[in-house]
């Protein structure tokens, strides 16, 4: 018991450093309720702090924390305690509809600390569901039957995770196995100018191109792709363009946090960019691991191989 504490503490500790980077408040009866429900396992958990450009992200700082398929998924745990309140729309139950269809081999929780709870993840690298599937669960926004065309037209069909907002009720699907066809910058402008999203150019649109993972925003209430992400590892020289060549503006915060968030794992520091397209323009996301799972150094590892 006194290992699970001091884990905790450990952690609680790494997010309060963060979110004063950013300038965020951070108190104990905000997050110490997210590390009880669901701090069992941290010794062996994945742990991302992310942060966001643009006014309306200002001030907060983002926790993903992984939880074992092997229990209770994170939604059901949200709700047993209290970190969120019963619905009747469908976003309550998309996660048993996937749970139900794929075989998970993590959940994720995403949590802002002025925030808290807001999203729960199911991701299934190993299991990845195409579009048409996907489209047959009863919950599932009907906007991606409807932009199952658009999405084969465009390469996107191994679906690897999904990212499901109670807050916003909307969902994110997480395209995987990308062709070069994909990422091509005709096929890139293309997808974005159907869906009347911002075209990145220069830089942004380069990075675009070195994408490991796109994926789309959907709702329940529009056939729209509200928004189209592009994510790929940041390394040294990429994190420097990020900070002082694409044309997004990044505050001091914000570099303070990319350059020194905490970690505890040697060697290099691995982190995410997602490079954001939505109707009220684009900005960056990044994400600085904490603390790295098993899965992920997996991951890391076969992709490393396919390279070499």
């Not at 884990?7 to 997010?15: F, L, P």
């Not at 590892?233 to 020194?260: H, Y």
């Amino acid at each position: 018991m006194s290992g699970d504490a001091d884990s905790k503490e450990d952690v609680y500790s790494a997010i309060e450093k963060s979110a004063g980077l950013m300038g965020a408040p951070c108190s104990r009866r905000k997050v110490w309720p997210v590390l009880n429900a669901f701090g069992d396992d941290l010794g062996e958990a994945g742990i991302v702090f992310s942060v966001q450009t643009g006014e309306q992200h200002a001030g907060e700082l983002d926790y993903t924390i992984t939880v074992p398929a092997d229990g209770d998924d994170p939604y059901t745990l949200a709700l047993s305690n209290g970190l969120l309140g019963e619905t009747d729309h469908p976003v309550g139950t998309l996660l048993s509809d996937i749970r139900a269809r794929c075989r998970i081999s993590e959940y994720f929780i995403d949590c802002g600390v002025v925030g808290g709870f807001n999203k729960a993840y199911a991701h299934f690298p190993h299991d990845p569901q195409s579009v048409t599937r996907l489209a047959e669960l009863p919950a599932m926004p009907r906007a991606l039957a409807d932009n199952a065309d658009f999405f084969a037209r465009h390469g996107l069909d191994q679906v690897a995770m999904t990212g499901i907002d109670y807050g916003k009720k909307s969902v994110n699907l997480y395209f995987a196995q990308l062709s070069e066809d994909c990422l091509e910058r005709s096929n890139i402008l293309s997808m974005l100018r159907e869906s009347a999203l911002p075209e990145p150019a220069g830089q942004l649109l380069n990075f675009a191109r070195g994408a490991f993972r796109i994926y789309v925003t959907l709702t329940w209430d529009s056939s729209e792709v509200k928004r189209i992400a592009f994510a790929s590892r940041l390394g040294q020289d990429g994190m420097e363009a990020a900070l002082s060549e694409f044309p997004v503006r990044v505050t001091p915060e914000i570099e303070r946090f990319v350059r020194n968030a905490p970690h505890t794992y040697s060697g290099d520091r691995l982190r995410i960019l997602a490079v954001k397209s939505a109707p009220e323009g684009e900005y960056l996301n990044f994400g600085s691991y904490y603390q790295i799972s098993p899965l992920v150094r997996n991951l890391l590892a076969a992709s490393a191989d396919e390279r070499s």
